[in-house]
């Protein structure tokens, strides 16, 4: 019987090209299109399980904005919009290289839990030490909506850290 030797994922991430965050650096069309899977497409105003008033692609309204219908182009272009407050805080706090899947799927975890959740996460603490499989391991503890594990949170999670565990 021979011994087979198995590659940890720190091991097989070498084998994948692994690149400093550029300034400015976007989410891919496929990062957007599963945003867009995940949130879903409302064309009027809705609560989200936040309680928060939302419209077209999970964006959430804010003081001073009055949307009672978009089409999806324009909630597309919201979403475009609102997504850069995520890009800029991967890019600002992550120090590690990230594949665009990486990135992608950081970018989409942001969008959803906020800035400020994310800059005091384990998961980018693990992350910025270079643990890229115990961060990865962190998405699974970001499923909770009101005290309760939320099924839609626990498949969104589950499809990010594939994304982020993916090769690009």
């Known amino acids: 019987m021979t011994k087979m030797r198995t590659l940890g994922l720190t091991a097989l991430l070498g084998l994948v090209r692994l690149v ?29 399980q936040a309680k928060k008033p939302t419209i077209g692609y999970g964006h959430v309204i804010k003081k001073g904005e009055n949307f009672s219908l978009v089409d999806k182009k324009t909630a597309e272009n919201m979403l475009r919009k609102d997504v850069k407050t995520a890009e800029r805080a991967v890019e600002d706090n992550v120090k590690v290289a990230l594949t665009k ?5 950081l970018a989409s975890f942001v969008y959803n ?43 969104r999670r589950a499809e990010e850290k594939k994304l982020f565990l993916s090769n690009p």
């Open 113 to 155: 839990i906020g800035a400020n959740a994310f800059i005091n996460s384990t998961l980018l603490r693990e992350l910025n030490s270079g643990n890229y499989t115990s961060a990865a391991n962190q998405f699974d503890r970001w499923v909770y909506a009101g005290g309760k594990i939320s099924r839609g949170l626990a498949n």
């Open 20 to 48: 400093p965050l550029e300034a400015g650096a976007e989410m891919s069309q496929k990062g957007i299109n599963m945003l867009k899977s995940f949130e879903g497409y409302s064309p009027t105003n809705y609560l989200c």
């Open 101 to 105: 899947n990486q990135y992608d799927a």
